[in-house]
């Protein structure tokens, strides 16, 4: 189903929804006070509505409706609670079954643990159709992820292990992001990319992504702008060696992060450690009063410009042959 289509059946089904939370309200005469678990109810059954819009990979993905359905089963004890089917207040109620709860998602989740999840191994290739410039955005929240040159001609390719959702937003502009509608990851699902970005036109990446490993080779890609936020993870870049010039801002919260410069490139280097360590090869990059730069920074046809914040972690800008 394209992206346009499931947007307007999703609007239709909030609407439809709501709709139907105020004239079950209005013909019920109940008070807001009673009636207000009609929305944690819709919740539910939207989300169950868009897990089946989506579709299912085999038995795994039954492991898709797992949050709807209980969002759909607490708004139905809600209701009981508060129209007075069920003898007890809503925070008794809360408070009394909420271990059974997590005893109970618990042994679901395990049961996952044993159940074949449908895992994707999906290939993706995206022309470049012509493009004078291209912009990727990748969303990536676990698992391990390789970033190299594309073919001749593409956008995009690669290898998707776990499943990907693309969305093409104009020309040469793509949103990648992981499909978890096969199961849960954590649960039945290794997740490993391994994509190919165009290195025929100037490049804007963005990486936004978790508890992740990855090797991020731009070596030959012209790369004019990386925008990189990490969460606990460990992220080696190796960027570009003929680009020009490359602006590079990173955030990384409990990370490990390695810049790799190659040589004949120069560089300049701001890093802002809450907790963490910054390590830079001073050989190459003096120490100067704002950061780090190359002595001929100014004049160098290829070039890097390097501002780092993070959190608990380190930081190392190195020189890569």
Known sequence: MNASRRGSLTAAIWLI???AVFLIQAVSEWSWGTAWPLFVILVGVVG???TFLDGFRGVGGLWALTWPVVWTVVGVFLLASTTGSLDIGPAELVERYWPWALIALG???LIGAFVPGGQAHEQLAIPLDGAEAASVRISFGAGVLAIRSAAPGMLVDGTFTGGVKERITGSGQVELSQDFEGGLP???QSIVWDIGLTAEVPLDLRLDTGAYRGRIDLGGLRVAHLELHTGAS???????YAAGMTTVRAETGAASLVLEVPAGVAARIRSRMT???TSVDEARFPRGIDG???PD???AANRVDIDVQGGVGSIRVISAA
């Open 297 to 299: 920074y100014a004049s």
């Open 275 to 277: 907790l963490g360590s």
């Open 107 to 109: 042994v679901w989740f």
């Open 48 to 50: 169950i509505a868009t």
């Open 17 to 19: 929804g709501l709709g």
């Open 292 to 294: 780090y730069e190359s």
């Open 186 to 188: 954590w649960v039945d």
């Open 234 to 240: 460990e992220t080696q870049v190796r960027l570009p």
